[in-house]
């Protein structure tokens, strides 16, 4: 099983500042199978980058994904007051599919 | 547009079983997975399985081999996730996800809305 290790767990930042999430996996995750996913509180979690860096259908450009073999990150250029949120990537390139721990960030 | 709606939050007792179910609509339901990811309040999310609408064929997460089965019916593009042997550690919110069936596609695009299940002696 991939084990996603998501750093920070916690980021603290101010409207308008850039983000920088990152998810390191235990091994090599095939073909770039990794994903990120955008959640707040007390709804379903909503996809955002999928290949480690195409954004989903209608995700803003803001966000962008990187990354391959173990090192990927999730980029957000300047922070809009709705992007505070948990945020967690994921591997579906092998089973069974894992998740990080996710990282929240949250408003300075 | 995609749409998976989920059935109400549940309260169940300890060794009992709960079935989820995950309607579809939008979309060719037997065109691609569907998923069972589970959260615990306040935690992060947990695969649970997955199931071949089109087939019928499972695969689930080592954790709940034999306490789940995941099936589908396609005359109503509804899925169901049951979980047996209930513990107070069942207790948190059930989602279901759909994915594309194959490689590459693997991701979840479109979510329900969660069921939470409520394990209580």
């Known amino acids: 099983e991939i084990v996603l290790t998501q750093s920070p767990g916690t980021l603290s930042l101010s409207p308008g500042e850039r983000a920088t999430l990152s998810c390191r996996a235990s091994?090599?995750?095939?073909?770039?199978?990794l994903a990120w996913y955008q959640q707040k509180p007390g709804q379903a979690p909503r996809l955002l980058i999928y290949?480690?860096?195409s954004r989903a259908t209608g995700i803003p450009d803001r966000f962008s994904g990187s990354g391959s073999g173990t090192d990927f990150s999730l980029t957000i250029s300047r922070l809009e007051p709705e992007d505070f949120a948990v945020y967690y990537c994921?591997?579906?390139?092998?089973?069974?599919?894992?998740f990080g721990q996710g990282t929240k960030v949250e408003i300075k | 547009q995609v749409q998976l709606v989920q059935s109400g939050a549940e309260v169940k007792k300890p060794g009992a079983s709960v079935k989820v179910s995950c309607k579809a609509s939008g979309y060719t339901f037997t065109g691609y997975y569907l998923h069972w990811v589970r959260q615990a309040p306040g935690q992060g999310l947990e695969w649970m399985g997955r199931i071949n609408p089109n087939s019928g064929g499972t695969n689930y997460a080592q954790n709940f081999q034999g306490r789940v089965t995941m099936t589908s019916d396609t005359s109503i593009s509804t899925a169901y996730m049951e979980l047996s042997r209930l513990r107070s550690d069942d207790t948190v919110v059930y989602y279901c996800?759909?994915?594309?069936?194959?490689?590459?596609?693997?991701?979840?695009?479109?979510w329900g809305q969660g069921t939470l299940v409520t394990v209580s002696s």
């Open positions: 091994q090599s995750v095939s073909s770039s199978y």
């Open positions: 996800a759909r994915s594309g069936t194959t490689r590459g596609t693997y991701y979840f695009d479109s």
């Open positions: 994921q591997q579906y390139g092998s089973s069974p599919w894992t």
């Open positions: 290949g480690a860096s």
